[in-house]
Nanobody, 131 residues
Framework: QVQLVESGGGLVQAGGSLRLSCTASGLTFSNYAMGWFRQAPGKEREFVAAINWSGGSTIYADSVKGRFTISRDNAKNTVYLRMNSLKPEDTAVYYC????????????????????????WGQGTQVTVSS
């Protein structure tokens, strides 16, 4: 049984930082690319960042580029999302997700932003950024 468990969410002031973690079990973690998505109240789920199996390739949403960093530790079956310079508009429930797929070229990386590619999802962790 595959489980993805997020942690590290909380309340932070604008300009602050948080690091989210997502630990996987029930799958061969190093075979899976990992993504982070978020959903704000009244809005659709949106892509945040993704990382390939080795950690050598990443993609970010334009809204978080330069502020967020995705990384992974395959020995710990964990993917991280470091979030700096947080803004009130970053407030959302953050979900991690796993997929066996990855883009076949740098030009095709955009495909990894699609939630339908991801097979497994965590329960989410709340991030609230106060102004």
């Amino acid at each position: 049984q595959v489980q993805l468990v997020e942690s590290g969410g909380g309340l932070v002031q604008a300009g602050g930082s948080l690091r989210l973690s997502c630990t996987a079990s029930g799958l061969t973690f190093s075979n899976y690319a990992m993504g982070w998505f978020r959903q704000a109240p009244g809005k659709e789920r949106e892509f945040v960042a993704a990382i390939n199996w080795s950690g050598g390739s990443t993609i970010y949403a334009d809204s978080v580029k330069g502020r967020f960093t995705i990384s992974r530790d395959n020995a710990k079956n964990t993917v991280y999302l470091r979030m700096n310079s947080l803004k009130p508009e970053d407030t959302a429930v953050y979900y991690c997700a796993a997929t066996e797929m990855w883009a076949t070229s740098a030009q095709a990386l955009g495909v990894m932003t699609s939630a339908i590619l991801y097979d497994y999802w965590g329960q989410g962790t709340q991030v609230t950024v106060s102004s």
